[in-house]
């Protein structure tokens, strides 16, 4: 059994910066894809970076130079620099697994102006 546990959230003013961490424990045989996905009040859940096993990384182009997503084996960072109120929201760790994706529980940050 998989399990995804976050950390980090808090709140923030506007510019000020934040680490999220995700800690992956249970199996990782198969395991392609981590990532981290945020979703705002009255939204959908959206992507915010991504990184496969071997370090390539994807980013929203809202968080394009700002966000770095970073990993280890069973932990993968995402630090927020620069930080904006519309970054507020419940961020959501993932791991994505042949045929399986799991998610974690939601971290909330919100950044004031």
């Known amino acids: 059994q998989v399990q995804l546990t976050e950390s980090g959230g808090a709140s923030v003013q506007t510019g000020e910066s934040l680490r999220l961490s995700c800690a992956l424990s249970?199996?990782?045989?198969?395991?392609?894809?981590m990532g981290w996905y945020r979703q705002a009040p009255g939204k959908e859940r959206v992507l915010v970076a991504t990184?496969?096993?071997?370090?390539d990384t994807n980013y929203a182009d809202s968080v394009q130079g700002r966000f770095t997503i970073s990993r280890d084996q069973r932990t993968w960072d995402l630090q927020m620099n620069s930080l904006k109120p519309e970054d507020t929201a419940v961020y959501y760790c993932?791991?994505?697994?042949?045929?399986?994706?799991?998610w974690g529980q939601g971290t909330h940050v919100t950044v004031s102006a």
């Open positions: 249970g199996r990782i045989l198969r395991l392609h894809l």
């Open positions: 990184i496969t096993p071997d370090g």
């Open positions: 993932y791991a994505a697994f042949w045929k399986t994706n799991y």
